[in-house]
Every structure is written in structure tokens, then in C-alpha cells.
């Protein structure tokens, strides 16, 4: 992810528990606040920020993550190869 000078495209979505609106929003501010567009995608599994990561050409996307913790994030970065990192909360 680039920062300021760069600006970058990040997409976003979250799940149905109910701690996934405010981290998704907090996560965004972030991301905007340093120099991102983010376009958020709402209520949306993993899946469909893979898809959308590539569909739309982002530089990444953020998600809700599943397992283990009660909630997380699920961070995917496009930069010619599939990666994944759990943050979990």
C-alpha cells in the first residue's frame, strides 16, 4: 500500500457481526487520511473482495476475517501475486 505522494485504490467490505461496521469504518478513515481511495463494497464475504480487488484494478482490499478471533481483519494485496494476512482483534 503507498501512501500520499502515490495514491492508490483499496477496496473494502465487512460481515454480519456486528463490530464489522465500525472497524471497517475506522480502517477506511485511515486509508483515506493518508492519501487512498477507498470504494466500499458494504456487507460482503471474502470472495467477493478477491473479485472485486481484480475487477476494479486495486491495490488491495480489506475484509472481515472468519476464524480464529471473534473478529478481525483480512488484509489482500494485488502487486502480481495473491497474498493474505490476518489481523485478528
Same mark, same amino acid.
Given at each position: 500500500?503507498?501512501?500520499? /505522494? /502515490?495514491?492508490?485504490?483499496?477496496?473494502?467490505?465487512?460481515?454480519i457481526r456486528l463490530t464489522s461496521e465500525a472497524l471497517k469504518t475506522a480502517f477506511s478513515e485511515g486509508l483515506m487520511d493518508s492519501g487512498a481511495n477507498v470504494i466500499d463494497l458494504g456487507m460482503t464475504g471474502t470472495e467477493e473482495i478477491y473479485f472485486a480487488?481484480?475487477?476494479l484494478k486495486a491495490d488491495g482490499g480489506i475484509g472481515s476475517n472468519r476464524k480464529p478471533q471473534?473478529?478481525?481483519?483480512?488484509w489482500h494485496e494485488t502487486d502480481q501475486r495473491r497474498t493474505k494476512t490476518n489481523i485478528g482483534i
Open positions: 500500500m503507498q501512501c500520499r /505522494n /502515490n495514491s492508490t485504490k483499496q477496496v473494502v467490505g465487512g460481515d480487488t481484480s475487477h471473534p473478529d478481525g481483519l483480512q
